[in-house]
């Protein structure tokens, strides 16, 4: 594993990026977060999109860091997964839109290359915000298939045929489902079941919504995917970008499952 403050240039901005990306936002801290990204760094977020190069970011970072204070906005850390080349922090943005509260589901994954390159990526639901998801150039594909643990597979596989009862199965009996929205279906009572029902059946009973795995990490206890697909409401042009996030339970079950992307 990649040591992170070894690998970047000095700041005073402690912890690691993903954990740091949002109070540093809320902090004004955009310089220190600037440097500690580097100048090799690209970021996206779905808000403002993609930047890359110091003065990019600067200036991408600084836009983004006023629209979040003029929401109002606060941040609560959740959890990190930490992988073998990146990690994942999620957490809880607050922030009010046209006056009205919004907690938002947010995770920011840091992917760490060699030469001090830094990859920053962040995945949240635009809908909440009455937003489309930003535009993005089209990503590079990742020169391997990106390789699943067995439990994580089962469930993709099931998602893209469309089996709710599948699903549901990999669950443990007390577990449940976050949508992008922060929205909870639990297993119990059906309500999970509903979801994924109502996620992936159209009018004609196809599948109509299949996410394409590009990137992974996994400890062991939570496993992150990060993912694209095609499936667009009117208005976007391009392949969205999404993250889900699996947590094992004790009994080798998924505990839970957390989508950040938008609702069905």
């Known amino acids: 594993m990649l040591d992170e403050d070894a690998e970047r240039p000095s700041s005073k901005l402690r912890g690691r990026l993903s954990e740091v990306y949002f109070p540093a936002l809320l902090g004004d801290s955009q310089e220190e977060l600037t440097v500690r990204l580097g100048e090799r760094a690209s970021t996206y977020e779905p808000v403002f999109g993609v930047a890359a190069g110091l003065n990019e970011i600067k200036a991408k970072l600084s836009k983004l860091a006023k629209w979040l204070n003029d929401a109002g906005a606060s941040y609560a850390h959740e959890r990190t997964l930490v992988g073998v080349d990146r990690d994942v922090a999620e957490g809880i943005l607050s922030l009010r839109v046209d006056g009205r509260p919004v907690e938002l589901p947010v995770a920011v994954v840091v992917e760490r290359r060699r030469a001090r390159e830094v990859d920053l990526r962040v995945y949240h639901a635009t809908q909440p915000l009455d937003r489309w998801q930003a535009a993005r150039p089209p990503r590079a594909n990742p020169e391997t298939e990106p390789s699943l643990a067995q439990d994580v597979a089962t469930h993709l596989s099931a998602v893209r045929l469309g089996d709710a009862d599948a699903i549901v199965a990999g669950f443990e009996s007390a577990g449940s489902l976050r949508d992008g929205t922060g929205k909870s279906y639990s297993r119990e009572g059906g309500q999970m079941h509903d979801f994924y029902i109502s996620l992936l059946q159209n009018t004609h009973g196809a599948n109509d919504w299949v996410p394409i795995v590009r990137r992974t990490a996994d400890d062991g206890r939570t ?29 080798a079950l998924f505990h839970s499952v957390r989508i950040y992307d938008e609702g069905p």
């Open 223 to 251: 496993c992150s995917i990060e993912y694209e697909i095609e499936k667009l409401r009117g208005g976007e042009t391009a392949p969205k970008e999404g993250l889900m996030v699996f947590e094992r339970g004790d009994s």
